[in-house]
């Protein structure tokens, strides 16, 4: 075959033939979509939250960091595990176990009870996510089927993201906070009924001597620390404490709670690297594995797809916030600005698959390319008279470009792993995309909250009391989520801040400076997933047929 290319008639390794086989990678996309949203789903929830719940805001937000602590934090270890017990086990006990977590979160009474919930729902994203790219590497080892079915994946998973808030906001608005729990329940039945009856087992093919405890316990406690602080250091401050209060408790240290896990967690991560080259020397087993950085697709892909999803959240990250604080939308309206950048992360992998051109690093560039220019054609629209729905087009060819380059890109960097790793490098390459996601939204926000704090503390001119002065202050210490909650100490939102005329003319005031942190920050947004080219150039020109 010349020019490395795959026509669309050319089958290399057919799809899984009969309507049994297709029930069964519906049933595993299913359990794929349940969990991505879960990632967003609840952000726009927290107002309810605190008011139902009687809770703190900044306790509430970490709803959302909990679950991306937990996943973050045990995703290697889970895909090593998963290539243990082998992919399906994993994947049907994480899709029943997920429903179990629902049901806590849903039903929770206390701060408590929903943070357990949402680290149960963590713990079972760490084990699916490599389970299922370890399923669909066994399933698909090559050809056009086997792009086709990451990019099903990449879809479900990247559309995921972008509708999560839109219909936590329907479900939090027109019924409660706990249906975008109880929701995943009956889904993630039919999941496991699926992928019970329809997906073939894959043996556990991993065999070690040993374990390598230590090494595992420095590498959960470095990333969780390091997502943490990272996760929270613009609600905590990064340097000095912003907030008195962490996890409830009054903090009194001169420097910042999101400081200090930074450092501890940078300081574990460092101690990982000696311990687990020590034992690399010494030929005992390792919780990291370095044959998977000696695949040179798995290592550029990898660092690759990090710096898109850098890119990528940060503009989840941006567009609801402009819409809510700039446009005066409502956290609902504010999530279907996204919903064309959905659409196109779910249309482009599949469409692309099904394309007359090579399934290659040229594609795979070429997305790379139009996905910068896409966001940075959001800039000129941005304005503090302007409307949510003009940013649709740009979003649309954002997402198509994103998701067509991050199927082939996942498909790439899987396909020369060795099988009994694939659960590894499945959870590898997962956690360093979550560690960036959340460094490229914690260094947009910070940038955005630069462009903004000077303006947020002259407010007191608009006529504001010091009350209500540090009110608003506090309504503008931004999330690093995928998207903010914005909602004050006491669980409101801009638009109800927006009821009294003083905080209305500060917060318009406001906005007017935001456009141009917006723009600044969308532009850092297209620099970042731009780094990505150069790491895809790396890429094997040839991929296997």
């Known amino acids: 075959m010349t020019n490395d290319q795959l026509s669309a008639s050319e089958e290399v390794a057919p799809a899984p033939q009969g309507k049994k086989a297709w029930i069964g990678f519906i049933a595993l996309m299913l359990a794929i979509l349940v969990l991505a949203l879960d990632v967003t789903i609840t952000d726009v929830s927290v107002p309810s939250m605190v008011q139902s719940l009687d809770i703190d805001a900044d306790d509430a937000s970490l709803v959302v960091t909990i679950y991306m602590v937990v996943a973050a934090s045990l995703m290697i270890l889970m895909g090593k595990f998963s290539d243990r017990i082998g992919a399906r086990r994993a994947m049907l006990g994480g899709t029943l176990l997920f429903a179990v977590g629902s049901l806590i979160t849903g039903l929770a009474t206390s701060l408590g009870m929903l943070l357990a919930g949402r680290a149960l729902q963590g713990f079972v994203l760490a084990m699916c996510i490599p389970a299922s790219l370890s399923l669909l590497n066994h399933l698909f080892p090559s050809g056009r089927t086997r792009v086709l079915a990451f990019s099903v994946w990449t879809a479900a998973l990247g559309s995921a993201f972008a509708i999560g808030p839109v219909i936590g906001g329907y479900l939090a608005t027109y019924l409660s906070w706990r249906w975008s729990f109880f929701i995943n329940i009956p889904l993630m039945l039919i999941a496991a009924a699926g992928i019970m ?191 949510g729905w003009i940013l649709a087009p740009s979003l649309l060819v954002e997402g198509f470009a994103w998701g067509a380059a991050y199927s082939i890109l996942v498909s790439t960097l899987m396909q020369d792993v060795p099988e009994d790793l694939s659960g590894t490098a499945g959870g590898t390459q997962t956690a360093v995309r979550l560690l960036a996601g959340a460094i490229g939204t914690a260094v947009m926000t910070s940038v955005l909250l630069l462009t903004i704090s000077a303006k947020v503390s002259d407010v007191n001119e608009s006529g504001l009391t010091a009350s209500q002065q540090q009110q608003l202050e506090q309504l503008y210490t931004l999330s690093g989520q995928a998207h903010s909650e914005v909602a004050d100490p006491n669980g409101e939102t801009v638009q109800q801040f927006r009821q009294i005329q003083e905080f209305d003319a500060a917060i318009s005031a406001v906005g007017e400076d935001m456009v141009g942190g917006f723009k600044i920050t969308v532009g850092l947004a297209a620099l970042i997933s731009a780094t990505a080219i150069p790491c895809s150039l790396r890429l094997p020109k040839k991929r296997k047929k």
């Open 197 to 387: 009856t329809c997906v073939p087992s894959v043996a556990g093919r991993l065999q070690e001597k040993g374990n390598d405890v230590l090494g595992s316990v420095f590498m959960v406690f470095a990333v969780a620390f390091l997502v943490l602080g990272i996760q929270e250091g613009t609600g905590w401050g990064w340097l000095t404490p912003s907030n008195q209060t962490v996890f409830g408790i009054t903090w009194t240290l001169g420097l910042s709670a999101a400081f200090l896990a930074i450092v501890l967690g940078v300081i574990l991560l460092v101690v990982l690297i000696v311990y687990e080259l020590r034992r690399f020397k010494s030929k005992r087993p390792m919780v990291l594995e370095p044959a998977l950085f000696k695949v040179p697709s798995f290592t550029w892909g990898t660092a690759s797809a990090a710096l898109m999803t850098a890119g990528i959240f940060g503009l989840l990250l941006m567009v609801p916030l402009y819409a809510q604080y700039v446009l005066n939308y409502d956290p609902l309206s504010s999530g279907l600005t996204l919903l064309s950048m959905g659409i196109g992360m779910a249309l482009g992998g599949p469409i692309v698959s099904r394309m007359s051109i090579a399934m290659d690093r040229r594609t795979i560039v070429i997305a790379l390319i139009v996905q910068p220019l896409a966001t940075l054609s959001i800039i000129p629209l941005l304005s503090a008279t302007g409307n």
